[in-house]
């Protein structure tokens, strides 16, 4: 049916902030491509970066496995994303005319550190450059112009949904895909005093009161000239 | 009576969102100058980008004559202006200490693509920074500390006024300056699939 590009920061933000969503994507035929600016190098109290990062990266693809997901790994490393770069913004640029989504899902602009609303930037300077057919990058087509969605701000701060997906049924699959992030179940314990699949399943609980489902997700349209459409892309 | 200087993007940007309000400050005697940061080489499917800003210089070239504005240019190409940079901020600095204007009009900080959004930064940072004695650029004088007007977003998405401007007398002479730029009739029609003088107009 559609193709649903979703850019995140670290392995685990898509399963925290738009798992459930991404699933009922696949489940009505949706080709899914998930990429991970980052390989979550920083993620760890105990565990070095160079062990970490890999051992991060095989995390993300075991639970895009579970769910049929395609996963990317854009190559960077924590709080070493910058958006202000030419570099940066030709990689996003050649994944999104790489994969050439119907939609794209991001993070919010205000999210709560500074690699999740670089990518949010990246994403939006990207999506709009990457239709620019005399803008040369190395994947040798030109993408079109699509909406944006942004999801939940981390556990929801500062942020206004104006879009929900009802996740009832993809709540368990969820937090099995989120539980594969076995190393951020101790990062989150240690670092921020956090039970993390308790933390999910709490957030799209809460989401799910104000909507009216079980369980949800919400989302904000990026609200920007040629952004806008009479279609609902979100499931 | 005023000197104000409008900085906008690409080629065309300044007849979108602000040209009605320039021709009634020239016509209450003002100074206009207006700056494109943009050479605008991007803004075509078929016409290569070295070709394409040769054009729309020229296109601008003859809006601004047509009505007696000031062009200037800041030199970058599209989709390759950054506002973290201190070299871009510089050369904004530049004109602005050039110019040293009364006011400034440019676009606001949620516009609809990075250029529009990187000048919006680059003004409003380098319009502080042209006030400082020690920083040195190019121009050697100091600018004032002036007020920042942010037009409106295209087609107003995301945009909340506060002022308003009536151009009724102007809108003929605002929309044959947009009219000037023919590459971009052609561009609006083929990547945003829209008329473009009708839009204005609208």
């Not at chain 1, 995390?59 to 579970?66: I, Q, V």
Request: with cysteine.
């Amino acid at each position: 049916m559609y193709t649903v590009l979703a850019f995140c920061a670290h392995p685990d933000d898509i399963e925290e902030s738009c798992g459930g969503t991404l699933l009922k994507c696949k489940a009505r035929g949706d080709r899914v491509v998930i990429c991970h600016f980052s390989d979550g190098d920083m993620g760890h109290v105990v565990i070095e970066p160079e062990v970490l990062g890999p051992m991060r990266c095989k995390e993300a693809k075991n639970s895009a496995d579970l769910a049929g997901f395609e996963c990317i790994y854009a190559g960077f490393h924590d709080l070493s994303v910058y958006a202000e770069t030419k570099e940066a913004r030709d990689m996003v640029v050649d994944v999104i005319r790489e994969v050439d989504p119907d939609f794209i899902i991001t993070h919010a602009p205000n999210d709560y550190m500074c690699d999740h609303n670089a990518v949010s930037k990246l994403t939006f300077d990207a999506s709009f450059t990457a239709t620019v057919p005399h803008y040369k990058t190395k994947v040798d087509k030109v993408a079109r112009l699509t909406p944006i969605y942004y999801m939940q701000t981390a556990c929801g701060v500062d942020f206004k949904p104006t879009e929900y997906v009802d996740i009832t049924e993809f709540i368990d699959k969820k937090l099995e895909m989120t539980e594969c992030h076995v190393s951020q179940m101790s990062w989150l314990r240690e670092h921020d005093n956090i039970d993390f699949p308790e933390m999910v399943r709490t957030e799209a609980r809460y989401y799910g009161y104000q909507c009216g489902a079980e369980y949800a997700e919400c989302f904000d349209m990026c609200r920007a000239y040629l952004r806008g459409t009479t279609k609902r892309y979100l499931p | 009576m005023y000197t104000v200087l409008a900085i906008t993007t690409h080629p065309d940007d300044m007849e979108i969102n602000c040209a009605g309000t320039l021709l009634k400050c020239k016509e209450r005697g003002d100074r206009v100058v207006v700056c494109h940061l943009c050479n605008g080489n991007m803004g075509h499917e078929i016409i290569m980008p070295e070709e394409l800003a040769e054009m729309r210089a020229n296109e601008a070239k003859t809006s601004g004559a047509m009505v007696g504005f000031e062009v200037f240019w800041g030199g970058f190409d599209d989709v390759a202006i950054y506002a973290d940079n201190k070299e871009a901020r510089d050369k904004v600095v530049d004109v602005i200490r050039e110019v040293d204007p009364d006011f400034i009009i440019t676009h606001d900080p949620n516009d609809y693509m990075p250029d529009h959004v990187a000048t919006s930064k680059l003004v409003f940072d380098a319009s502080f920074t042209a006030t400082v004695p020690h920083y040195k650029t190019k121009v050697d004088k100091v600018a004032r500390l002036t007020p920042i007007y942010y037009m409106d977003n295209l087609a107003g998405v995301g945009f909340e006024p506060t002022e308003f401007v009536d151009v009724t007398e102007h809108i003929d002479k605002k929309l044959e300056m947009l009219e000037c730029h023919a590459s971009q009739v052609v561009w609006m029609r083929d990547h945003d699939n829209i008329d473009f003088p009708d839009m204005v107009k609208t």
